[in-house]
């Protein structure tokens, strides 16, 4: 299965609505709840990060038997030290965005802690790709 | 059970308002977590949790969905907008008003048994 997304910088009213629909997709394929969340959750603060930071990007996640991944491409500023974005509790994040709840630092480590692949390249002035798999068929504990 | 509490019980021991979801008053929680940083809120692992915050949007709302969070309870007399009971509907959550601070709320609550997550 194959789906893709568009995500508009700024756009924190409909931020989160391809996680949402990504949840209902697979609760409908009767995953694991907390595999789904494990998803979800990786998935909601990658969305909320194109939008508290790029201009605009696409998802595409797509869903097999074995695994869902999550492909996140950006237009954007592009992050200049990614070992520096991993770190907790490092933000570049706008007053809006920490108005909204999020812009403390916990976004990159949480989605990787979240992942069982993580997959992130940057290049300054252009834009962002991560890559986020989830595998399905690993017994949670 | 000791240490869960119906959501009807924390309505009346927070003498706070709900504003949708009232027909499950009857889900039970466990646990609570108090913060009005979402980002914080999405590193929680535990199940049957209740969320205290002073963040009434949209966002808080998308986050408890993401975190399967089924009762949210809006300390500091926060309002609740029709964006997010909208969003909470489709979802079926219960969203509580309420008018204290969030440390007496979470420390009501507390003093009934629900647990910390840590």
Do not use: W
Not at chain 1, 47 to 63: C, F, L, P, W
Not at chain 1, 101 to 119: C, T, W, Y
């Amino acid at each position: 299965m194959h789906f893709e997304y568009k995500v508009q910088g700024g756009d924190f009213a409909r931020a989160g609505l391809a996680s949402s629909q990504v949840k209902k997709v697979l609760k409908q394929l009767n995953v694991d709840a907390k595999l789904i969340k494990r998803v979800v959750v990786a998935m909601y603060e990658a969305e909320v990060n194109v939008v508290a930071h790029a201009y605009q990007g696409t998802i595409n996640v797509d869903i097999d038997t074995e695994r869902i991944v999550m492909a996140f491409s950006d237009h954007g500023p592009g992050i200049p030290d990614i070992p520096l974005a991993m770190q907790r509790g490092y933000s570049t994040a706008s007053p809006v965005v920490r108005e909204m709840g999020f812009g403390a630092g916990m976004g990159l480590p949480n989605i990787q802690s979240n992942a069982d692949e993580f997959k992130i390249t940057s290049v300054v002035g252009k834009g962002t790709n991560l890559e986020i798999i989830v595998y399905l068929n690993v017994p949670q504990e | 059970m000791p240490g869960k509490m119906k959501l009807n019980q924390v309505i009346e021991v927070l003498q706070a308002k709900v504003v949708c979801g009232s027909e499950l008053l009857n889900t039970e929680v466990e646990f609570a977590f108090a913060s009005d940083l979402m980002s914080d809120v999405l590193t929680i692992q535990a199940d049957n949790l209740l969320l205290i915050t002073g963040l009434a949007n949209v966002q808080a709302v998308r986050t408890a969905e993401m975190s399967d969070i089924s009762a949210i309870v809006f300390v500091r007399n926060k309002k609740v907008n029709d964006d997010m009971i909208e969003l909470a509907e489709e979802n079926g959550m219960v969203l509580i008003e309420c008018a204290s601070s969030m440390f007496k709320a979470a420390g009501q609550l507390f003093a009934q048994g629900l647990k910390p997550v840590y």
